[in-house]
């Protein structure tokens, strides 16, 4: 399958995200691009709003793929991941077939079967092997840990009473992690690693131009040099790029134009998601962060 946009070389990968939206350095475009190159998933780790997620979904539009997202949680298991059958459609056939005194029909056939996202991405997909999104694979447990392992090896799953389903071409993987525990080496090792930091000034502004692209240079200006202050504070939770996104959104809503103490007080929720962190920065303290911000930006 030949992507909508060539992806030859770093640049052109990173040029076709921007052209999505998507802001980001050469080193995670590297990255990217021998992912694609190579056929090897790709393993995000980083803070909590980042653009972890959002490269998968950014990329399946690139390559003009569908995108197929597996949610991790506790207690995932491989079953769930990879298909379920319809147990209730299986009854009713059975039924039916009774009472019209016919056999019983193939209950394993495609009609009960229930594909969940691990089966989806090993069937052929309109458009070309799609794009499997893994999201916080840290969340699951390790015995699926395991079972993906071999799934991603050989891109392959099996249902015991149909045989193995291989995907036709290889999907193209990305795996999230926000490193709640360590993912085991195994994993890791199949996978091209890349930790997502947060982004240095310029690339946050130019982050917020693309997602927040009505918010005013000034005031864009001001608010991407209060977070990036605020992510050296001593905070329980530092803000993500989403949060900075969030934030500079509901300045616009309100028509703020320049930061005051006050607007950061009333505003803060769009930031910072605990009690105590948000206590912390009302009164002195964000006047403090302020007073630094406005003398930098002098
Ligand atoms: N580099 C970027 N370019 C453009 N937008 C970005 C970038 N990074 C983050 N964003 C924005 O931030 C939002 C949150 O990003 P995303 O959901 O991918 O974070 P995440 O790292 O997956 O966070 P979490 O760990 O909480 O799941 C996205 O919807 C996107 O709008
Ligand atoms: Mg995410």
Sequence with gaps: MTS?????????V????????????????????????????????????????????????????????LQCYEGLDAATA???????AQMVAIRAAEARGEA???????????????LEAMR?????APVLLIDEIDRADAPFEAFLLEA???FQVTIPERGPVRAPAPPVVVLTSNRTREVHDALKRRCLYHWVDYPGHDREMAILAARAPDAAEALSREVVAFVQKLRTEDL???????ETIDWAKCLLALDVIDLSPEVVADTLGALLKYQDDI???QGSEARRILDEVRAELA
Excluded at 26 to 44: E, K, Q
């Design 152 to 154: 991603l090896s050989d």
């Design 236 to 242: 329980f939770k530092t803000p993500g790029v989403a």
């Design 104 to 118: 019983p029909p193939d209950l394993f056939g495609d009609d009960f079967l229930i594909a969940r996202p691990l």
């Design 14 to 69: 990173q040029a076709a995200l921007a052209g999505e939206g998507y802001v980001c350095g050469r080193d995670l475009a590297t990255v990217t691009f021998l992912a694609l190159r190579l056929g090897r998933p790709l393993f995000l780790e980083g803070e909590a709003g980042t653009g972890k997620t959002e490269i998968a979904k950014v990329l399946a539009a690139v390559l003009g793929r569908r995108l197929i997202r």
């Design 279 to 281: 206590q912390k920065l």
């Design 82 to 88: 990879v298909y379920e059958w319809n147990f209730a």
């Design 4 to 12: 909508s946009i060539p992806l030859d070389d770093i640049d052109a």
């Design 124 to 128: 052929p997909q309109p458009g070309g």
